[in-house]
T-cell receptor
Framework: SQQGEEDPQALSIQEGENATMNCSYKTSINNLQWYRQNSGRGLVHLILIRSNEREKHSGRLRVTLDTSKKSSSLLITASRAADTASYFC??????????????FGKGTLLTVNP | DTGVSQDPRHKITKRGQNVTFRCDPISEHNRLYWYRQTLGQGPEFLTYFQNEAQLEKSRLLSDRFSAERPKGSFSTLEIQRTEQGDSAMYLCASLSGRTYTGELFFGEGSRLTVL
């Protein structure tokens, strides 16, 4: 089963614009991660935010986490055509202990037009 | 290249045939995961190993699927009597065992097409 739901399912923007993707989840989490996937390729980890953190930055990426609303957002600033990809949020359930596994959402397909 | 490698990258087979995928994780990672991804969907968890022990199997993993990690290094995922519904990308990932937390490192996947 899939835990997260990304919104929107697809997003098309112009190069230079910012892109915001949202993720909602259902259970209490240990951490939430964002991954990127180019078409037909594997997933690449972008950023991890722990349940006791509210915001995190990495380069042009900014992630927020609101555990009271069970939601997260990923902001990509100054987008480039090379950012075109699918973006997935993934959660780790807090009840798992050493049973560490990621549950993925359905993803947002981002298209950045040059 | 010290990343996760998967083989083959693409496999086309006829319904009813058996297929096997191999995953070589990052060498010092003792946790290894298999996920399945269909078009337009996110990866779905299938199973994972800690060293050679299979710790959890999803209900998605029917009795036609078997996964092994015999020496705690590489892993194989076998699908017997393939069905068209098995067509998907099979993704392998590994995780450092030092903290059992953090990011998963994914391979490029093995795409299966069942005709």
């Amino acid at each position: 089963s899939q835990q997260g739901e990304e919104d929107p399912q697809a997003l098309s923007i112009q190069e230079g614009e910012n892109a915001t993707m949202n993720c909602s989840y259902k259970t209490s989490i240990n951490n939430l991660q964002w991954y990127r996937q180019n078409s037909g390729r594997g997933l690449v980890h972008l950023i991890l935010i722990r349940s006791n953190e509210r915001e995190k930055h990495s380069g042009r990426l900014r992630v927020t986490l609101d555990t009271s609303k069970k939601s997260s957002s990923l902001l990509i600033t100054a987008s480039r055509a090379a950012d075109t990809a699918s973006y997935f949020c993934a959660t780790v359930d807090s009840s798992g202990g050493s049973n560490y596994k990621l549950t993925f959402g359905k993803g947002t397909l981002l298209t950045v037009n040059p | 290249d010290t990343g996760v490698s998967q083989d083959p990258r693409h496999k086309i087979t006829k319904r009813g045939q058996n297929v096997t995928f191999r995953c070589d994780p990052i060498s010092e990672h003792n946790r290894l995961y298999w996920y399945r991804q269909t078009l337009g969907q996110g990866p779905e968890f299938l199973t994972y190993f800690q060293n050679e022990a299979q710790l959890e199997k999803s209900r998605l993993l029917s009795d036609r699927f078997s996964a092994e990690r015999p020496k705690g290094s590489f892993s194989t995922l076998e699908i017997q009597r393939t069905e068209q519904g098995d067509s998907a990308m099979y993704l392998c990932a590994s995780l450092s065992g030092r903290t059992y937390t953090g990011e998963l490192f994914f391979g490029e996947g093995s795409r299966l097409t069942v005709l």
